[in-house]
């Protein structure tokens, strides 16, 4: 289990340091040319601007579903081992008290 966690610390900070450079360095220089550009009345540059803020918009849900991925494939197999044990020992729990309520009962 400390594998699984050292994992999914190493790949979400992958995750978000592409996140934040998209956001801090890719994504500005893009979209500001496009607003002044907009701002000067260029009407192919308003659709620019709002095409960059649909993009910031797509990559930002695209980083977060891609960490429930690593979340899902980090932790998906030990919570299922982990109530597959669980439901084996509800079984194991519920025979035992059969098993008991059958052996106090007078022939």
């Known amino acids: 289990m ?15 340091a592409g996140d934040l450079y998209f956001n801090a ?7 500001s040319h496009a607003t002044l550009r ?8 308003a659709r620019a ?3 960059e803020s649909l993009l910031n918009n797509q990559v930002n849900l695209g980083f977060g579903a891609a960490q ?4 899902l494939a980090c932790f998906a197999g030990a919570a299922l081992d982990g109530m597959r044990r669980a439901s ?7 025979r035992t008290v059969l098993n008991a309520e059958s052996n106090d009962q007078p022939s």
Request: without cysteine; aromatic residues 4%.
């Open 68 to 71: 429930l991925l690593v979340a």
């Open 25 to 31: 360095v890719a994504q500005p220089d893009r979209s």
């Open 2 to 16: 400390k594998h699984r966690v050292a994992l999914f610390v190493v790949l979400s900070a992958l995750l978000w």
């Open 49 to 51: 601007v709002r095409a």
């Open 38 to 45: 907009a701002v000067n009345g260029d009407g192919e540059a």
């Open 88 to 94: 084996v020992g509800a079984q194991n729990d519920e």
